[in-house]
């Protein structure tokens, strides 16, 4: 899309105007990513995953997870089939189908020529240049390659246009408008309908309630505000968690909590993570049930680094770490059996303070590492 510009048959001035406005919008767009990155040594050019893939093994996800999902074959996050199976000859069938469709309508706005050509351009290049990162490891359910829909819903109108076009297809004004209209308000009905049931839906994964549309609002993670209070009251605000228990708490803190996953865990904040390294005070959070009549946590309850309680335990023993334990709340735990019933119940949420600072490298949490 960057490039199509040049490629149009136009004056040189013209083109000129059209760059400055194109690298303009770029500049401007991009400002936050230039901010951050000089803050960073620009860290943002270089992946802190754990988890290695090849470029084929990246691509594939795009044909297997993002093309059913965006053409509605696929549940998005459950991955489950909607309506023909997720594998076997249907599936294949599928993909190919729409591969074809997608290509061909993408060559025709090629051919067009104009804004058509960039479009097309941009369709035929997506899959690839999103593979291209080596962080697309983690788009591996295909659901954060959702906003690609916008580009192809475009590209195949441009590709039937162009069909009614060579096949001299001549609709006058008044149906044009109709039809227009028609399927405008048919869509914007579909779409009204499809938010509505997955607003009910969320809800009663997230809190556990059904609600409906005119409801209000109810903030998923509210319950555990109180956690994040009482944490910053006790002086217990940096440290190390697991990755949903950390930024759920950072948010929650509103910037008085600094709590990062270790690095052998998806990193998405790194001033959060040298923020927990370099502190002394830096303590590990543990989620789950209290043994039963004593003030301890389950050893399988979570800890940090994708290990249960009684694994850290082991590691801090090793070391020759001691550690004292303070419980300061509980936090709901939910789980959806078959797809509808849910269950919740409370876990602790339990600060381990060593005896001195223990930094993740020293127990085996690094970014190779499990």
Known sequence: MVLAPWWQQRLWAQRGRSAALLVGGFAIGSLPWWW???RTSFDTLHSHNAVVTSYGERLS???SHVLPQLFGFQQTLSGDGLGISTTGVSHTLGVVVICVVLVAAALSAILAGGPRRALGIAALVSPFASAASPVTWYFVDGRYAIYLLPLYALVLAIGLERLAYWRRLSISSAARRIAISSVAAIVLAGVMVWSSWQFSVWSRLHSGTSATVFSGFSASDGGEVPIANALERSGHTVGWAGYWVAYRLDYLGDGALSFSP???????????LHTAMRSPDSVWLVTGRAVHGQGVPRDHSAAP?????????HRFTSIGVTWRIDRVGSVPHIKVIDGTRVVRHFGGIWVIIPSRRVLPAEIGMTPSAP
């Open 36 to 38: 951050y990155s000089f």
């Open 61 to 63: 996800v795009f044909f």
């Open 262 to 272: 270790p690095p052998n865990e998806p990193v998405r904040s790194v001033a959060l």
């Open 305 to 313: 680094g994708g290990i249960d309680w009684g694994e850290l335990k």
